[in-house]
Nanobody, 125 residues
Framework: QVQLVESGGGSAQPGGSLRLSCVAS????????VGWFRQAPGKEREGVACVANFEENEAYLDSVKGRFAISRDYVKNAVYLQMNTLKSEDTGVYYCAAGPATRYCSIVESQYKSWGQGTQVTVSA
């Protein structure tokens, strides 16, 4: 089973940027669909973005479209989440997760089987 480790979280001001990394070990992440999820304080975890292993089809939460971008690095066995124009409502713990190969990915939590431990993102002035 693939193991996932997130990094790149931290603090940013509104309008700033952060880039999260999700590095896989144990096996290649290539055959998996990979997603990013987040959990804000007092709220349920929600899907943010995903990328399928088929033609790298992507999907995003409406509130992050145009601001966040998910990408893969096959050489580094990693998946990234570039977050631009950050808002205070983007604050939370961000998790990456891997699920079975799909033609089109979805940011539905139940479809993902392997999870990282999370990295904290705090957006405040």
């Amino acid at each position: 089973q693939v193991q996932l480790v997130e990094s790149g979280g931290g603090s940013a001001q509104p309008g700033g940027s952060l880039r999260l990394s999700c590095v896989a070990s144990g096996e290649s992440v290539v055959p998996y669909t990979v997603g990013w999820f987040r959990q804000a304080p007092g709220k349920e975890r929600e899907g943010v973005a995903c990328v399928a292993n088929f033609e790298e089809n992507e999907a995003y939460l409406d509130s992050v479209k145009g601001r966040f971008a998910i990408s893969r690095d096959y050489v580094k066995n990693a998946v990234y989440l570039q977050m631009n124009t950050l808002k205070s409502e983007d604050t939370g713990v961000y998790y990456c997760a891997a699920g079975p190969a799909t033609r089109y990915c979805s940011i539905v939590e139940s479809q993902y089987k392997s999870w990282g431990q999370g990295t904290q993102v705090t957006v405040s002035a």
